[in-house]
């Protein structure tokens, strides 16, 4: 089956940039969406954003302006540069496969934590 892991997650101060990757251990061109979630301490697993095959993206409102993903099928990569961190946005985040618009599919990595310190 199809693995994807993530990596790139850190420790970062308020303002700083991380710029998270997931690599698929084979095609990623057959899914029409990625995307990116994350899950903070205590909380639910929350949407973060999406890019389709067409290229189309969608962000929370919580990071638009601030995110942006993108993918490479060549690559098997799916990318999430995050920039002008807040602390709210520490979270373990995951790379999803195989979703709509509205949910997630089945395929899930593992995670990568990123800490925003104050």
């Known amino acids: 089956q199809l693995q994807l892991v993530e990596s790139g997650g850190g420790l970062v101060q308020a303002g700083g940039s991380l710029s998270l990757s997931c690599v698929a251990s084979g095609s990623i061109s057959r899914f029409n969406n990625m995307a990116w979630y994350r899950q903070a301490p205590g909380k639910q697993r929350e949407f973060v954003a999406r890019i389709s095959s067409g290229a189309y993206t969608g962000y929370a409102d919580a990071v638009k302006g601030r995110f942006t993903i993108s993918r490479d099928n060549a690559k098997k990569t799916l990318t999430l540069q995050m920039n002008s961190l807040k602390p709210e946005d520490t979270a373990v985040y995951y790379c999803?496969?195989?979703?709509?618009?509205?949910?997630?599919?089945?395929?899930w990595g593992k995670g990568t934590l990123v800490t925003v310190s104050p």
């Open positions: 999803n496969a195989g979703g709509t618009y509205t949910s997630p599919g089945g395929l």
